[in-house]
C-alpha cells in the first residue's frame, strides 16, 4: 500500500533535505511512497503546526521543525 507523504515547509534546504531523506529511505526499504511537497502556508496552518519542516503521514502530523532523523523516518514508513 501506498504512504502518502507530506513535507511541509517554505522549500527551504532542510524541508528538501527532509523531502530527500524521506524518499532515499523509502526506497532502501522498498516502501511505495506518493511524496509532496507543500509550500502554501494555510495548507500548512491546515495542520496546526508551528515550526517547519514538518512531515505528515497519512494524514497524520508526525514530525515538526528541524531534521527528522533517519531511524524515525524508517519507524513511520513501516507503520501499517
Not at 23 to 30: D, H, P, R, V, W
Request: charged share 20%; glycine share 8%; net charge negative.
Amino acid at each position: 500500500m501506498t504512504k502518502d507523504i507530506k513535507v511541509l515547509g517554505s522549500g527551504c534546504k532542510k524541508c528538501q533535505m527532509t523531502a530527500e531523506m524521506v524518499q532515499t529511505e523509502a526506497n532502501k526499504l522498498g516502501v511505495p511512497i506518493f511524496l509532496e511537497k507543500v509550500t502554501d502556508y494555510a495548507a500548512m496552518a491546515a495542520y496546526g503546526i508551528a515550526s517547519t519542516p514538518a512531515v505528515v503521514v497519512d494524514g497524520k502530523v508526525v514530525h515538526a521543525g528541524g531534521l527528522p532523523r533517519a531511524e524515525d523516518v524508517d519507524a513511520w514508513l513501516a507503520e501499517a
